[in-house]
């Protein structure tokens, strides 16, 4: 009767182990669930935070999209129309006197370019900047000069700024391409910002979405991990598009402060026309023009001294902030371009340095 005993007892011994491990399963199944909650929660409210500053950068970067498109089509438009009206332009016996820094040297824009430029965003404005693709006026504000002079001739503008949104993950994605809409916005694109590749990142969300709850704990924990890893690579996505989102304004704020200096500008440099006007109309040739009911021819030799040195210093502010409306924030690559803040400061310098009567129209 001995072996019976042993075996009942052996049976309850293995009752109590199936049971302890039974209890310890539900407990490992309970921890798991609870992981797997904490990971969806905590990639759910680093998606939300990433959002809001994804929907922040991109609305400053339309508002400096929009403002340079304007500083290119009312200012520099303008500045174009009075300027080309002089011929035998010679600005060089000025340059001695009232120069720009040598960042500017080997950044200056000719006329050609210049009403290029202007002409395209005027078509654009008159077409509504609503007609653009979303991103486009990301596009303005992130790569001005390249976004600007996409295409070879006016006509194409629209369609060349609202193209190359297209094409461009970056942008499309801080044109409107949300996560919920698919997290790129261009099928198939690869998005990099600030060194960090997001598509993967985005792509943990099904994967979480898709873990079963009857998932083992070393599972859950491996899971966690990797969500953890994801969602401190989303802190730095954020902390880039902060820094963005700051450089734009910086940027939008001083084409503002240039814009309004300019505006005085502008006014001088209608009445020095209007003085050219008024003493070269009795050159025979533009007597002649007078009567045909074309432009007046007018001689940049013939100008007082003080009306030449206006045309100079205007010429000077012109690049200054052509400067500005051109240089790109971000590089193709989507990181942050290096020398973007420097750029900004020189321009800040050179402001300073415009002659006295020049500056003090800039504060």
């Known amino acids: 009767m001995v072996i019976p005993i042993i075996l009942g007892g052996a049976a309850a011994i293995a009752g ?112 509504g900047v609503s007609s653009l693709g979303a991103g486009a006026l990301a596009g303005v504000a992130s790569y001005g000069g390249a976004m600007m002079f996409a295409s070879a001739s006016t006509g194409t503008a629209i369609a060349s700024l609202s193209g190359a949104a297209a094409t461009n993950a970056t942008l499309a994605w801080f044109g409107g391409g949300s996560l919920a809409a698919g997290g790129l916005g261009v099928a198939g694109g690869t998005l990099v910002l600030g060194g960090v590749v997001v598509a993967p990142v985005l792509a943990v969300a099904g994967f979480i979405m898709a873990a079963k709850a009857e998932e083992n704990l070393a599972q859950a924990r491996k899971t966690y991990a990797e969500v953890a890893a994801k969602v401190e690579e989303m802190g730095l996505l954020v902390d880039f598009m902060v820094k963005v989102e700051d450089l734009a304004f910086r940027y939008e704020t001083f084409i503002q402060k240039v814009r309004k200096g300019y505006a005085q500008q502008l006014h001088d440099l209608r009445d020095v026309v209007d003085r050219a006007e008024r003493h070269q109309s009795r050159l025979l040739l533009n007597r002649i023009k007078k009567l045909l009911g074309r432009s007046l021819t007018l001689d940049f030799r013939r100008l007082s001294l003080a009306d030449q040195k206006q045309l100079h210093h205007i010429w000077l502010s012109t690049q200054i902030l052509h400067t500005i409306l051109v240089h790109p924030l971000l590089t193709k690559e989507g990181d942050l371009a290096e020398d973007a803040p420097l750029v900004l400061e020189q321009a800040n310098q050179s402001l300073l340095e415009l002659p006295e009567n020049v500056g003090a129209v800039y504060g």
């Open 16 to 127: 109590i182990t199936g049971l302890v491990k039974g209890g310890q399963a539900i407990v490992n199944g309970s921890n798991a669930k609870e992981i797997m909650k904490t990971a969806k929660n905590m990639y759910e409210e680093a998606e939300e935070i990433l959002e809001m500053q994804r929907e922040k950068t991109s609305e400053q970067l339309e508002r400096l999209g929009e403002l340079k498109l304007q500083a290119w089509s009312e200012d520099i438009g303008e500045f174009v129309k009075l300027y080309s009206k002089f011929k035998h332009v010679d600005l060089e016996s000025f340059a001695s006197q009232d120069s720009l820094s040598p960042s500017h040297s080997s950044k200056l824009a000719n006329l050609a370019e210049l009403k290029l430029a202007s002409l395209k965003a005027s078509e654009v404005i008159k077409g």
